[in-house]
């Protein structure tokens, strides 16, 4: 099981967290993803981290506003994100990686949590 959590409603400029927890996968062994999907708009890769975290890659929509991090040892991957924007609003989600995926493309990914919503907005 993965799950995204952590996401909720925040005024424009704010911040979040995102974690995304599982169990029963050892995430140390796989890039994780990060993805969002906003109503009526098509699923967008905006954050991979690689599965020693010493490789990042981000959409140019969230590049210098989000960062992605991840805890192996709890099992753990997070999402921080600042100065949102209500074009930020969507349901977010994290993804396990294929062995030896990486990136932005959800066709790197092959296990996917169930998501949470953000909604930026004054």
């Known amino acids: 099981q993965l799950q995204a959590s952590g996401g909720g409603l925040v005024q424009p400029g704010g911040s979040l967290r995102l974690s995304c927890v599982t169990s029963?996968?050892?995430?140390?062994?796989?890039?994780i993803g990060w993805f969002r999907q906003a109503a009526g708009k098509e699923r967008e890769g905006i954050a991979s981290i690689s599965l020693k975290g010493d490789r990042t890659t981000y959409a140019d929509s969230v590049k210098g506003r989000f960062t992605a991090s991840r805890d192996n040892a709890k099992n753990t991957a997070y999402l921080q994100m600042m100065n949102l924007k209500p074009e930020d609003t969507a349901v977010y989600f994290c993804?396990?990686?294929?062995?030896?995926?990486?990136?932005?493309?959800?066709?790197?990914?092959?296990?996917w949590g169930q998501g949470t919503l953000v909604t930026v907005s004054s």
């Open positions: 993804a396990k990686a294929y062995p030896g995926g990486y990136g932005l493309d959800s066709d790197e990914y092959d296990y």
């Open positions: 029963g996968l050892h995430l140390e062994y796989y890039a």
